[in-house]
Nanobody, 123 residues
């Protein structure tokens, strides 16, 4: 069992930066691939970024590539999403997600979800 709690969301101007945090509980956290998804109003939830259990494999949606960076600190059971050069279209609720298999997570197969944190980018 893995429980995920996001934080770090907020209101930021276009071009600004935010860092999201996902605190995970559970002894098996280190075995899971971790990722971030987002859902904008009136739209389906979409994949943003994923990181393998070792941190050695990363994958990003084209829409955030070069602007967002995912990382993890297994000693702290925490996953991060550094978001730079934010755009109004990045406005969404951001969800932390986990799956034992990295490629399944990239394909949006999620075993555990967090409750989400709101990110609002003003233009």
């Amino acid at each position: 069992q893995v429980q995920l709690v996001e934080s770090g969301g907020g209101l930021v101007q276009a071009g600004g930066s935010l860092r999201l945090f996902c605190a995970a509980s559970g002894r098996t956290f280190g075995s899971y691939a971790m990722g971030w998804f987002r859902q904008a109003p009136g739209k389906e939830r979409e994949f943003v970024a994923a990181i393998s259990w070792s941190g050695g494999s990363l994958y990003y949606a084209d829409s955030v590539k070069g602007r967002f960076t995912i990382s993890r600190d297994s000693a702290k059971n925490t996953v991060y999403l550094e978001m730079n050069s934010l755009k109004s279209e990045d406005t969404a609720v951001y969800y932390c997600a986990a799956h034992i298999d990295f490629m399944e997570l990239v394909r949006s197969a999620v075993r555990y979800w967090g409750q989400g944190t709101q990110v609002t980018v003003s233009s």
